[in-house]
């Protein structure tokens, strides 16, 4: 299980979007003057004030002091933060410091590096903004350095507050990457198709509708934790011990392909948290029929080299479910047999993720938005691109845990995190809007808002 203001009262169009807008800057130019986050390309962490210091802090959207007003001082430029006039990003000996505005050391030279990433530098000096190194067994340290640093330490994103928006292309000329689905969180955990937890755990569903209520309500996205037992590859929470009538994967894997024969034009993905070996998980694919007709392999499409294909393209040729392991394929390599070869994707390849819990399931919440695979293992920031090649963000919203009155109140604001936290952060729009009790606080709305407009 991946355990654990105000919704946008109308769509948010285009129009609106421009109106509020940063212009982008142009290829080997200095940003327009305008709002940034000053983020880093390494680890997608923004720059923020911290009491005088400067720290790379979790996306917060407009919180946490992490907005900067760039403007141009003669033949520099000066990042003025938005909640405090006069304080300038700045320079103090090697450190990263919120200075007078009026200092010397709140100048900068930005310097295009190439792939919309900047370099900012002591005007005349060798002395970047740099990310320290990352010590063995941890992640980056937070405070910023200033010095010699070169490579991608020393490269920075700046993420106009409000992205422009562009227009959103008819729907078959859509990229996959450029459309928003409904995404249900722990999709098979309904208590309407079976049971999915021991007694206790099982009297607190993650969804209230069963997989072909869900597909009929318009959700395109279902998150699927599957266990290995005697039986099979059965899709159960932490365990499947005393679960009362357990659903095996290939069940709703079926229920999905026979909604796909019936409605040509609709796209499904699938994400599985995977803990069985993948003989067994082919063996449970084998069982669904129809699968291969409708199975979408990009692995197999050039979509690495030359971006995602249109909505029209895929369902052109049939290929309209996408499915996804968050399993190890260095594990699987090790073991003899990788599920890419039977077309189950390894998501961190073709996605990037924030982290899945907002908070418990009561109280206070958390907004950051931030990579699920930043840790000290792992360092995969949600800015993550490739030349030619934007992943798919899939951004999680919802808790610990299913209460029902706090999944009605966290959906109801799912538009607006998505808009002012998880966008900036990723730098793209999220592909897949993933909650708990989608029937409640209206995300579809949150869904069609984002479906008015592109990310540049």
Not at 356 to 371: L, V
Not at 390 to 418: C, E, G, I, Q
Request: with cysteine; charged share 20%; proline share 7%.
């Amino acid at each position: 299980m991946r355990t654990p203001h105000a919704l946008l009262a109308t769509a948010v169009t285009t129009a609106a979007l421009a109106a509020a807008a940063v212009t982008p800057a142009a290829a080997g130019a200095a940003p327009q003057p305008g709002t940034y986050y000053v983020q880093s390309a390494v680890t997608g962490l923004n720059a923020a004030d911290a009491s005088g210091t400067v720290e790379q802090h979790r996306p917060r959207g407009d919180e946490d002091r992490q907005q900067w007003t760039l403007r141009l001082d003669g033949g520099v430029h000066l990042l003025e933060n938005t909640d405090s006039p006069g304080a300038c990003l700045g320079r103090a000996g090697d450190q990263a410091r919120t200075v007078s505005c009026a200092a010397a050391e709140a100048r900068w030279q930005i310097t295009p590096l190439g792939s919309d990433r900047y370099a900012l530098a002591a005007p005349g000096a060798d002395r970047r903004l740099t990310v320290a190194p990352k010590p063995a067994g941890a992640t980056h340290p937070a405070p910023l350095s200033v010095g010699s640093g070169a490579g991608d330490l020393a490269a920075w994103y700046l993420t106009p507050a409000d992205a422009p928006g562009g227009p959103m292309p008819p729907r078959e000329r859509r990229t996959l990457d450029q459309v928003t689905f409904l995404t249900a969180h722990n999709a098979y955990a309904n208590g309407v198709d079976g049971g999915f937890a021991p007694p206790f755990v099982d009297l607190f569903p993650n969804q209230s509708r069963g997989i072909e209520q869900q597909l009929r309500d318009g959700v395109r996205g279902f998150m699927l934790d599957v266990h290995q037992t005697p039986d099979g590859a059965i899709l159960c929470h932490n365990s499947c011990t005393l679960v009362r009538r357990p659903v095996a994967l290939w069940v709703d894997l079926q229920r999905i392909t026979d909604f796909l024969r019936v409605h040509p034009d609709e796209f499904v993905t699938v994400f599985l948290e995977d803990y069985v070996d993948p003989g067994v998980l082919r063996a449970e694919l084998d069982r669904v029929q129809g699968l291969s007709d409708v199975l979408y392999r990009p692995d197999r499409t050039g979509v690495r080299e030359n971006g995602w294909p249109t909505m029209g393209e895929l369902a052109a040729e049939g290929h309209r479910l996408l499915i996804f392991t968050d399993h190890s394929k260095d594990a699987d390599r090790s073991a003899g047999l990788t599920r890419d070869t039977f077309g189950v994707m390894y998501q961190r390849d073709w996605t990037v993720e924030n982290h899945w819990s907002m908070g418990p399931g009561i109280g206070s919440s958390d907004w950051s938005c931030y990579s699920r695979w930043y840790d000290a293992n792992t360092t995969i920031p949600l800015t993550r691109t490739e030349p030619g090649f934007r992943p798919l963000f899939v951004m999680n919203h919802f808790r610990d845990a299913a209460v029902a009155s706090t999944a009605s109140t966290d959906n109801a604001k799912l538009a607006d995190r998505a808009r002012r936290f998880c966008q900036p952060a990723a730098r793209k729009k999220p592909t897949y809007l993933a909650v708990d009790r989608y029937d409640l606080g209206n995300p579809t709305a949150a869904v069609d808002a984002l479906n008015t407009y592109t990310y540049p």
